[in-house]
């Protein structure tokens, strides 16, 4: 499972630092490509709950395929992308197939007992941080001075493809349906009804903060270094590059003793905090030094937080709804992809940078409120499957 989401999140990441660079050769503006980040989210906010309830049906092994398949072929579409609108379409087909880590997330909470979940959790994370050392670091260079974008998005492709063929050789079935109960067995509940009984309500808004300020500040550092230090697809790449060993190494190597160490909580608390510094830090940054450093304090906190949400998560389902409260989740994350770059795009465009860094910092200051509440420490309700939508 480490190895297929590696070689699917090598792919998702060769496109990161190009997309900023590839939409104003067809006459994209600042927002437009804030748009296009959206239209990829939108997508999959409203395909995420469905992709994990037919993991819940099928299997998550399948489901994985079918949406990595997808993502092959939305790269392919990138690639031939010769219109602004095709860049449009491009993007929200691959937003349709990206069920990928909720699928992947609920197949680790299958396969982990509670108490090793956050390192679990934080595995999946690993890959994702490997996934985004390579691929960024790929995409840049792959791009070249002129900034192309066909090679690296056929390479995406060609990454997406392996990951299928891995899943089908190497990858075992996690969820098996126990024969004693009835197929439909919570299938009639609302996902609402789910949230509301195990309480997970507000859990799934931090997920919202938690990527929309994460976007927000993916979408706002390349046009910031682009316009205060004229720098290029190249080095946003190398940045991104270095964040994402950071984020493998803090997720495989660091996460379970540091869960074993504090606790899942403590740890979250820690992490929300380091990530409200960093997107201080970027209100006030003037130079290299502290724009780089801002955005790497922000985005380590933001992320250990991942894992610790996605555990409280699992935790609050019944084994045979995992894949819709993963689902759930990753839709979450998806819908705060949407906000993220939008009002980041509407604030940069109103007010400049500083009032465009506001924003992220606004919605961590919210996520931060709620760590240090009452609210994750509740204990969770027996879930009830008999109760009516």
Not at 94 to 115: C, E, K, Q
Request: proline fraction near 6%; glycine fraction near 10%; charge should be positive.
């Amino acid at each position: 499972m480490f190895a297929v989401v590696l070689l699917d999140m090598i792919g998702f990441g060769i496109v990161i630092p190009i997309l900023p660079f590839l939409s104003p050769k067809l006459g994209a503006s600042d927002f437009d490509i804030a748009m296009i980040i959206a239209s990829y989210a939108i997508c999959a906010g409203v395909a995420g709950p469905w992709w994990g309830k037919l993991s819940d049906h099928i299997g998550r092994k399948p489901v994985l395929m079918i949406c990595t398949s997808g993502a092959a072929a939305a790269y392919l579409l990138l690639a031939s992308a010769e219109s602004l609108a095709m860049i449009y379409v491009a993007r929200a087909f691959a937003g349709l197939m990206a069920g990928n880590f909720g699928v992947a997330s609920a197949m680790m909470a299958d396969i982990t007992p509670p108490a090793e979940r956050a390192r679990g959790m934080g595995m999946i994370g690993a890959s994702f941080g490997l996934g985004l050392v390579l691929g960024p670091v790929l995409g840049g260079l792959l791009s070249g001075p002129d900034g192309s974008f066909v090679v690296p998005c056929l390479l995406a492709a060609v990454m997406s493809v392996l990951a299928v063929v891995a899943a089908w050789f190497f990858l075992p079935e996690s969820h098996h349906r126990n024969e004693d109960q009835p197929r439909d067995a919570g299938s009639k509940l609302s996902l609402w009804s789910v949230l509301r009984q195990t309480q997970s309500r507000l859990l799934m808004l931090q997920y919202v903060f938690h990527t929309a300020s994460v976007s927000a500040a993916t979408y706002l550092f390349p046009l910031w270094v682009y316009a205060l230090l004229d720098w290029s697809a190249r080095e946003v790449g190398i940045v991104f590059g270095v964040q994402g060993a950071i984020m493998a190494l803090t997720q495989g190597l660091f996460m379970g003793p540091l869960v074993k160490l504090m606790g899942e909580l403590r740890l979250l608390r820690t992490c929300v905090s380091s990530f409200f510094v960093g997107l201080l830090m970027a209100v006030f940054a003037d130079g290299a030094f502290s724009m780089v450093g801002s955005v790497l304090v922000a985005l380590t906190g933001a992320t250990l937080c991942m894992p610790v949400l996605n555990s409280f998560a699992s935790q609050r389902s019944a084994p045979e709804l995992r894949g819709r409260m993963m689902g759930a989740a990753s839709a979450a994350a998806a819908w705060g992809r949407v906000l993220g770059p939008i009002l980041a795009g509407v604030l940069l465009t109103i007010g400049g940078f500083r009032l465009a860094w506001s924003l992220p910092l606004a919605m961590v200051a919210f996520y931060w409120l709620w760590a240090f509440s009452r609210w994750p420490k509740r204990p969770v309700p027996e879930f009830d499957k008999t109760v009516n939508p």
